[in-house]
């Protein structure tokens, strides 16, 4: 089934993308890099990173709405709530039928869309999230993955 591909995908992404050190100039750095990436794209989107529940970077790209910034919002809510990437809750929920509001959530406050993706230490704690938010959900997930890939050169 394609669900339990992505999901066992981004799982060993979420393995991978883990952060043995880090400081802001790090996430600022993943930030950029999402940055170029979209900019290449002619992509029109928010990007946002949370650390310790305060936004460190936000930054909108040419084109992208106050709506680009509430998704990035919520979908960082998701992301931190379950230390994972919202992408991860997104396709775990729809394999068991569940929706945002039958997990307790409102989808006031949580987004249920890909794009955000957890600042993860080596040990497995949730510091955070960097999230995109513009392209589809699965595009902004993949944008983000890229850029954390390259900063950390995995």
Request: proline letters at 1%; aromatic letters at 8%; hydrophobic letters at 40%.
């Amino acid at each position: 089934m394609e669900i339990d591909r992505m999901l066992c995908e981004v799982i060993e992404q979420e393995r991978r993308l883990r952060f043995s050190r880090l400081d802001l100039d790090t996430i600022y750095a993943v930030c950029d890099e999402a940055w170029r990436q979209l900019s290449v794209m002619g992509a029109s989107c928010y990007i946002r990173a949370c650390v310790g529940g305060c936004v460190v970077y936000a930054r909108c790209m040419p084109g992208a709405s106050r709506n680009n910034e509430e998704w990035a919002r919520r979908k960082g809510a998701l992301c931190e709530r379950y230390w994972r990437s919202s992408l991860h809750t997104v396709l775990a929920m729809t394999s068991q039928g569940k929706t945002l509001e039958e997990a307790g959530l409102s989808s006031v406050d949580y987004g249920f869309s890909g794009g955000s993706f957890p600042i993860l230490l080596e040990s497995g704690i949730c510091v955070g999230s960097i999230t995109v938010s513009g392209l589809s959900g699965e595009e902004d997930h993949a944008v983000v993955v890229a850029a954390l890939g390259k900063v950390l050169g995995r």
